[in-house]
């Protein structure tokens, strides 16, 4: 009998991270859970009736990923997929954002999934599978204004995408960047005055369409995945 695929998800307290678990979950995914909040971990965990791995770390701080990734192998014995669901945003006037904000986003966006995707890389490499999904934004090629952090950390973080992808894809590992207009997640509760949540995507609709990414035959790779809402950029 083949083990379940074991996906570590980070970001999975809440939004796409969560409703990701929650799919993967109902295909019967082993997953370990990261998040830095506990209690909506253990709550996720619960929810789902199975014997997931709950962890809290910090993914810009780098010994907490070698932790995460480390304590997933060693309950699962292996680590198929990753799927990079933290982040954050803050919106205004450039002239108004400061240093930390600015640290603050590129530390989560960019440098968080970097390291995330480093270790989860030296375990995939020797046995030449895996695959990395990393959700970035449409944000990460469409410029808006306002917003020239948040734009700068997503464009970032699309070209590391891009730039593992064709580092790995002959070793066997599978990279997906997947690209969603808005989505009415807790994102939006920090950053009010945002298009009409009712018009956005749903993060149920995002979480559905990484699990077809990461099952999707092995003799094919899905690069990139735009998602948008149906009334397109809001």
């Given at each position: 009998?083949?083990?379940?695929?074991?996906?570590?998800?980070?970001?999975?307290?809440?939004?796409?991270?969560?409703?990701?678990?929650?799919?993967?979950?109902?295909?019967?995914?082993?997953?370990?859970?990261?998040?830095?909040?506990?209690d909506p971990l253990i709550e996720l965990v619960r929810e789902t009736d199975c014997e997931h791995l709950a962890t809290v770390a910090d993914v810009t701080q780098?010994?907490?990923?070698?932790?995460?990734?480390?304590?997933?192998?060693a309950e699962f014995g292996r680590l198929d997929a990753v799927v990079c669901a933290a982040g954050t945003g803050y919106f205004g006037?450039?002239?108004?954002?400061?240093?930390?904000?600015?640290?603050?986003?590129?530390?989560?966006?960019?440098?968080?999934t970097f390291l995330v995707c480093r270790e989860?890389?030296?375990?995939?490499?020797?046995?030449?599978?895996?695959?990395?999904?990393?959700i970035l934004s449409v944000a990460s090629k469409v410029a808006f204004p306002y917003?020239?952090?948040?734009?700068?950390?997503?464009?970032?973080?699309?070209?590391?995408?891009?730039?593992?992808?064709?580092?790995v894809r002959r070793e066997g590992i599978r990279v997906t960047a997947v690209l969603p207009g808005s989505?009415?997640?807790?994102?939006?509760?920090?950053?009010?005055?945002?298009?009409?949540?009712?018009?956005m995507l749903r993060p149920e609709a995002v979480a559905q369409t990484v699990r077809y990414a990461l099952e999707a035959p092995t003799d094919a790779s899905v690069d990139e995945i735009h998602l948008m809402p149906p009334k397109g950029v809001l």
């Open positions: 009998m083949e083990l379940a695929r074991v996906c570590l998800i980070t970001g999975a307290s809440r939004g796409i991270g969560r409703a990701t678990a929650l799919a993967l979950n109902e295909a019967g995914w082993r997953l370990s859970l990261v998040a830095r909040s506990r780098e010994a907490d990923v070698i932790r995460a990734v480390q304590s997933t192998v006037p450039t002239t108004d954002v400061t240093l930390e904000s600015w640290n603050t986003q590129i530390d989560a966006n960019l440098t968080g989860a890389l030296k375990v995939m490499l020797p046995k030449r599978q895996g695959h990395l999904v990393n917003s020239a952090a948040y734009v700068a950390s997503k464009w970032g973080a699309y070209g590391l995408t891009k730039s593992l992808a064709e580092e989505v009415d997640t807790p994102f939006w509760d920090a950053n009010p005055g945002g298009p009409p949540r009712e018009d």
